[in-house]
């Protein structure tokens, strides 16, 4: 499959830098319209917008040039080209946690709440860049013989990114129902829970089923670790949690 979606002046323009926009584009047009059913003031969703994609970017793209530096050596000028791919969902989602942590300080907002506003973009943004990753080749599953194999790298294979995609979806749909409650609102922290659990659990199972290179550990990958990490923060949080982070400052 060819990455390249369309060229300008003789430069190519990638398919993952496509989704990449319209993966922004989908959470902005998301929190515009959840600020607005929130009450909150004009702009807001914009203004999110704005650092949750630089901490985003920045965050995923360290994590993906510290998990490959020999891939930069000699060239670190290469480490801008996010366009072309090379970015780490989990170093994403940390850059853009610390992002809304300092946001919530700021706006003397309680962290969880600000935290619930912000994922609930998270998976439909998700599900877009994951097709990106289907046409632009990486990220890509294991040798398969199953009826919906798509051929990649000189093999038919799981469509990973596929999956993820999907599931992110089914992911957002659950959340917004969590959001769309008129009675018994959720606790602040409750929609972030939910989806450290529900996410984790899928990327934990679906690594399994990767056949790009790996790091790992004790059989496990990276993404895996992190996967029950996040996993047993949600489950603590859904339980109970560190309810003193849903204070606003004084």
Not at 74 to 79: D, F, I, S, T
Not at 91 to 114: C, D, N, Y
Request: proline fraction near 6%; include cysteine; glycine fraction near 10%.
């Amino acid at each position: 499959m060819d990455p390249v979606c369309f060229s300008i002046g003789g430069r190519p323009i990638y398919w993952y830098g496509v989704f990449t926009a319209l993966a922004f584009l989908a959470a902005v047009m998301h929190w515009n319209w959840l600020a607005r059913k929130q009450g909150r003031p004009a702009g807001f969703g914009s203004e999110l917008a704005f650092w949750i994609m630089l901490a985003g970017i920045v965050g995923a793209r360290v994590a993906y040039v510290f998990s490959e530096l020999d891939e930069f050596r000699g060239n670190w000028l290469k480490v801008v080209r996010v366009d072309q791919g090379g970015l780490i969902f989990y170093g994403g989602f940390l850059g853009a946690l610390a992002a809304v942590w300092i946001m919530s300080r700021r706006r003397r907002e309680p962290f969880w709440s600000l935290a619930d506003f912000t994922i609930s973009a998270l998976p439909l943004g998700h599900a877009f860049g994951r097709v990106g990753c289907f046409l632009n080749g990486c990220c890509y599953g294991r040798p398969s013989e199953l009826p919906w194999a798509c051929w990649a790298h000189d093999a038919l294979r799981h469509p990973t990114q596929l999956y993820e995609a999907l599931a992110n979806l089914l992911i957002y749909a659950t959340l917004l129902m969590f959001l769309r409650r008129r009675t018994a609102p959720a606790r602040p922290g409750r929609v972030a829970a939910l989806y450290l659990m529900l996410y984790p659990a899928f990327r934990f199972g679906v690594e399994f089923l990767r056949g790009d290179p790996r790091m790992r550990w004790a059989g496990l990958s990276v993404a895996q670790w992190l996967s029950l990490a996040m996993l047993l923060v949600g489950a603590a949080l859904w339980t109970g949690g560190p309810r003193r982070w849903n204070r606003p400052r004084p």
